[in-house]
């Protein structure tokens, strides 16, 4: 009998390590997670009512949403949920939880990258390793990426997922070793801080200009398959919860730089305003713009998000354009 007790004793013993691990990454990722962290936290925490309460209008959508709208210009209630990597499948779930948590906004932005209208790039390392959606929606989402056959989900699978939403130490050690622990939590912090100050606008390229091509520019056809039908169908989803809550939506399309937008395939942007006009036949009542503005490359940080000075031009035309006519 003695035997069988020490030997249960060392397996509670052997399980205490990965329990301590455990627990850490579940409750302090500010001491181990990169830098893109911190947006998709303080997207967290006011889509659940715990930041930026009384904010009427959201702004939804990427990183090129987050970088390119200063929602401090445009109003004291105007709040950046913009994420980096993000396509309409987190925004809807966004929406879906600040409606439930806060009530309706009286208006809604929706910005993306047109290259995220087709590809999950973020969703394994950002959406699902931050844990933005909960657990039984990451799974809604895997049943229904399968059945349209997103590519992201050959490398995805629900073992993969649990281990992530249950902190485990195959998903999340490198990054503990990486961070030496709690090494980031400082910066992090700083980041989330910053975050609240600017409502959620936050650059990422940091050039005085810039003349490298983006992601678009490489693609001579919109891939209209698998991630893309996905992506769609949630796209769908956004735009007809904002119709039915009354949420006044606008679909702006982020500039591209000089550089890029002359290397567009003629193809690519055919099929994507095909796209746009569709989405825009099947929802009367939103706004929806189809053509892609281009700006000097002056106006860039890097080869897809506008710099400081880019981002003021652009917020001040979304403010004439659009905010100080429904005034």
Not at 18 to 39: A, H, K, Q, R, W
Request: proline fraction near 4%; charge should be negative.
């Amino acid at each position: 009998m003695k035997r069988y007790a020490d030997f249960a004793l060392k397996c509670i013993l052997a399980l205490i390590p990965l329990l301590v691990i455990t627990g850490y990454t579940l409750l302090c990722p500010f001491g181990y997670m990169d830098e893109e962290y911190p947006s998709w936290h303080y997207t967290k925490m006011v889509q659940s009512g715990r930041e930026a309460e009384g904010s009427g209008v959201l702004i939804l959508g990427d990183s090129r949403a987050k970088a390119d709208i200063i929602p401090g210009m445009l109003g004291k209630d105007y709040v950046n949920l913009g994420v980096g990597g993000a396509t309409p499948i987190e925004m809807y779930y966004t929406l879906s939880e600040y409606i439930e948590k806060n009530g309706s906004p009286r208006e809604v932005y929706i910005m993306f990258a047109p290259f995220h209208y087709s590809y999950m790039d973020n969703y394994r390392t950002r959406t699902m390793y931050f844990k933005h959606l909960t657990f039984s929606q990451a799974m809604e989402v895997y049943s229904k990426g399968r059945s349209y056959g997103a590519k992201v989900f050959d490398d995805l699978d629900r073992f993969d997922i649990i281990s992530m939403y249950a902190g485990l130490p195959d998903s999340y050690l490198p990054a503990l070793i990486n961070a030496r622990i709690a090494g980031r939590y400082d910066k992090n912090r700083a980041l989330y801080e910053k975050l609240k100050e600017e409502r959620g606008h936050a650059l990422y390229g940091l050039d005085n200009g810039n003349d490298d091509i983006n992601y678009e520019a490489n693609y001579e056809h919109m891939n209209m398959e698998g991630e893309h039908l996905l992506i769609t169908f949630y796209f769908d989803r956004l735009l007809k919860l904002c119709s039915s809550n009354g949420i006044k939506t606008t679909l702006l399309q982020p500039p591209m730089n000089r550089a890029s937008f002359d290397a567009l395939h003629d193809d690519y942007v055919r099929e994507y305003r095909s796209y746009i006009r569709g989405m825009a036949r099947d929802n009367p009542g939103i706004v929806f713009e189809d053509e892609i503005p281009c700006y000097d490359n002056s106006y860039f940080g890097d080869s897809s998000h506008l710099n400081e000075k880019g981002a003021v031009v652009y917020t001040r035309e979304i403010m004439d354009k659009y905010v100080k006519q429904s005034k």
